[in-house]
């Protein structure tokens, strides 16, 4: 198969959108994109097809015709993609993979979701009872029995939980498209309101609105929008059991050491390779517990990993230097496109104020949670600078 490579990205400023319809969103995000591409862009003539990724919780953007309409790429096939949390990422993986086949050689990849103005759905979906969970079991609720027995069987202490939620929002606070920025100490993730035991509030990410645009092109066709093009050089997709249960007692999650263990061996490296990662970090335990997946360190040792400084800006493997969900928020469809984007960035050193050290390698990381098991579907692509 041929290269892939990312040539342009588009994003708009993530937060409670009220004003914006969705189809404002992604015009919005789209014409970020044309006017990103370094080199221009005709994009009725340049772009074969479109990839979109929403699982349209607010009901209005379900077909590929709503992308068609956003943007005015009429009479081009348009591929809706939903895979839970990991949507955007999937979105993403889809296009480049049909770029690579020569079934196109430029895909345009947009993803979105209006969070904020759902008519109940997401209230909804803790009431239902399901066989596999009780009724009012919510995420929160999930991911705080996985905080519990990390810390049961690890001895990870509240407080190496808390320093993820530490980190990222002052990541947050120096990026421009972050929902929430604002800085906050260990004692404040502490002493905010309890939300499901052992996650208080600034464990959790926010309820927010989004959309994000990146643009793919053949490598016979990447130089002719920009002479600093980033490669995608590998990608891996698990999908785990809802009922299975046992998830490694609940300290892990092995949809990630399978998509992640795919990707490593695609691109031809290994985790020590990574240079910076946008994980997903919908929750604070659910980024320490993803180092120890993705192997930047071993089971048990993710605590010691970010006491240790290693995920942090000035660290030596940055992870989540956009503030991460618990920073810029989690507009589903939207996540994983803007991961991508901000990978982009970080490998053409035009990432401002939240810029590494010279890195060559990226990472992007989601998981797909749905609304009835955690970690059940993961999602992970690897960029390297050209």
């Known amino acids: 198969m041929r290269d892939a490579y990312v040539v342009g990205r588009g994003i708009i400023p993530f937060g409670e959108l009220y004003d914006q319809s969705f189809d404002q969103m992604l015009e919005a995000a789209y014409l970020?994109?044309?006017e990103d591409v370094d080199e221009g862009i005709d994009p009725t003539k340049d772009i074969d097809a479109a990839w979109y990724g929403t699982i349209d919780i607010a009901d209005e953007g379900s077909s590929g015709a709503s992308l068609a309409h956003a943007t005015g790429l009429f009479e081009k096939?348009?591929?809706?993609?939903e895979n839970a949390c990991a949507t955007g990422s999937d979105a993403f993986r889809n296009a480049s993979l049909a770029v690579r086949a020569g079934e196109a050689d430029v895909a345009l990849v947009v993803g979105a979701e209006k969070m904020l103005d759902d008519t109940g759905g997401l209230i909804q979906s803790a009431a239902l009872e399901q066989l596999w969970r009780g009724r009012g079991v919510t995420m929160p609720a999930f991911f705080g029995m996985r905080a519990t027995r990390?810390?049961?069987t690890y001895d990870t202490e509240r407080r190496q939980i808390a320093e993820v939620s530490v980190k990222n929002h002052e990541n947050g606070t120096k990026y421009p498209y972050a929902h929430q920025q604002f800085e906050c100490s260990v004692e404040d993730v502490e002493n905010s309101?309890?939300?499901?035991?052992p996650l208080n509030l600034y464990d959790c990410c926010p309820v927010t609105d989004g959309a994000c645009a990146v643009l793919i092109a053949s490598e016979d066709r990447a130089y002719d929008f920009t002479d600093d093009p980033v490669r995608h050089v590998g990608w891996g997709l698990s999908a785990d059991s809802y009922q299975r249960g046992s998830d490694l007692a609940l300290t892990n999650f092995p949809a990630t050491r399978q998509a992640s263990s795919q990707a490593y061996e695609r691109a031809g490296i290994g985790p020590a390779d990574v240079d910076v990662a946008e994980v997903h970090d919908c929750f604070s335990i659910t980024e320490l517990i993803t180092y120890e997946d993705l192997g930047f360190c071993g089971d048990g040792e993710g605590g010691q990993f970010i006491d240790e400084g290693h995920p942090h800006l000035d660290g030596d493997q940055p992870v989540n230097p956009s503030g991460g969900l618990l920073s810029k928020g989690h507009p589903i469809?939207?996540?994983g496109v803007a991961?991508?984007?901000e990978i982009y960035e970080q490998l053409r050193g035009e990432a401002g104020d939240v810029?590494?050290?010279d890195p060559e390698i990226g990472l992007q990381h989601n998981i797909g949670i749905g609304r009835n098991a955690t970690g059940a579907v993961s999602c992970v692509n690897l960029f390297e600078r050209v």
Do not use: C, F, K, N
Not at 193 to 197: D, E, L, Q
């Open 32 to 34: 970020d994109l044309l």
């Open 77 to 81: 096939p348009i591929t809706r993609v």
């Open 150 to 152: 990390h810390m049961e």
């Open 193 to 197: 309101p309890t939300v499901s035991y």
């Open 333 to 335: 469809g939207a996540t």
């Open 339 to 341: 991961q991508v984007a």
């Open 355 to 357: 810029q590494v050290d």
